[in-house]
């Protein structure tokens, strides 16, 4: 448990997102509502998957989840993204009140083509760390600041992240949000992310229990 006395350190005036539209959206898993928001400081979209009444001082499942078009679309099992999104889809459905944000920041920022690049050097031995390194760009260049915007606009202040990066727990507390609690996302993972997954816990600090 991560739980503080803190309150909530945003307001409206200084949110740097917008929110454009709202539907709902049926889907296997269950039925939820979807929400469009535009960052009004870059061409950036987000896309919030959510259920249930959202409450500033109601504790409430989110996750903060990078575009993966390789896993979440293609279904790759060189990654765990597409289960961990299914598993943060389930867990509200459950639990009846939550919202994932989902950012458009393919690669850990690199973008969908520069990810690609990246793949063929992993192809080659390189893990993900290296791979994005070697091709000039940071292990890891996202940036989660309008994600904690959107959640607050959303109606939110207190949340429990779905989430194995402190990366992201640190940075939803730095911009003013309240993280009570972190719910583990370790999903089965396939043989063939065995090494990605390595390399998220030896050199970024995800919180695995993962071993191979």
């Known amino acids: 448990m991560l739980e503080k006395t803190t309150d909530c350190k945003l307001s409206e005036a200084e949110l ?28 950036e979209e987000f896309v919030v998957l959510y259920k249930g009444e959202m409450q500033r001082k109601t504790p409430t499942l989110v996750r ?11 279904g790759s ?11 943060a889809m389930r867990l509200i459905e459950k639990e009846g009140r939550g919202a994932i944000v989902y950012q458009q920041q393919e690669g850990r920022g690199i973008g969908i083509v520069n990810k690609i690049r990246a793949y063929a050097l ?16 940071a292990a890891d260049a996202r940036d989660y600041k309008q994600c904690a915007d959107v959640l607050y606009d959303m109606g939110l202040c207190e949340v429990r992240v779905m989430s194995n990066n402190p990366d992201k727990i ?43």
Not at 122 to 137: C, H, I, P, S, Y
């Open 16 to 43: 740097t997102v917008e929110k454009v539209a709202v539907a709902n959206l049926p889907t296997e898993i269950g039925k939820f509502k979807v929400a469009g928001y535009r960052s009004l400081t870059s061409p």
């Open 64 to 74: 903060i989840h990078s575009q993966c078009l390789t896993g979440d679309v293609f």
């Open 77 to 87: 099992i060189k990654c765990d993204c597409g289960p961990q999104l299914e598993m």
């Open 122 to 137: 992993q192809d080659e031995g390189a893990d993900t760390v290296e791979a994005n390194e070697k091709l000039g760009f």
């Open 170 to 212: 640190s940075a939803l507390e730095e911009a003013g949000l309240h993280v009570i609690e972190r719910v583990s996302l370790e999903v089965d993972a396939e043989e063939q992310a065995a090494h990605y997954l390595r390399t998220k816990k030896e050199k970024m600090g995800h919180l695995l229990e993962f071993e191979d």
